[in-house]
Nanobody
Framework: QVQLVESGGGLVHTGDSLRLSCAVS????????MSWFRQAPGKEREFVAR????????DYTDSVKGRFTISRDHRENTLYLQMNSLEPGDTAIYYC?????????WGQGTQVTVSS
């Protein structure tokens, strides 16, 4: 059974940084497509960042390029999202996801609120 548990969200000010964590069980972060998504109030869930298996690359949505960095720790089997220079437009619930054997699994989400 695949389970993902996010943590690290909070209330910060414009320009601050946060690091989100996603502890994964039932799948390996190094051999799976791992992603971060977010959903702002009244909006659709949107893609934020992706890390392909085996170190084959990362992708980011344009609005976070240069500010966010996705990474993983194989020893902790954990996915991270380092978020710098946060803006009010980054306010959302952030979800991690893993594509495992053709099925997308989701965490419960962690709230990030950026005040101006």
């Amino acid at each position: 059974q695949v389970q993902l548990v996010e943590s690290g969200g909070g209330l910060v000010h414009t320009g601050d940084s946060l690091r989100l964590s996603c502890a994964v069980s039932g799948a390996l972060v190094t051999s799976s497509h791992m992603s971060w998504f977010r959903q702002a109030p009244g909006k659709e869930r949107e893609f934020v960042a992706r890390m392909r298996p085996g170190g084959s690359g990362t992708d980011y949505t344009d609005s976070v390029k240069g500010r966010f960095t996705i990474s993983r720790d194989h020893r902790e089997n954990t996915l991270y999202l380092q978020m710098n220079s946060l803006e009010p437009g980054d306010t959302a619930i952030y979800y991690c996801a893993v594509l495992y054997w053709g099925n997308q699994h989701w965490g419960q989400g962690t709230q990030v609120t950026v005040s101006s």
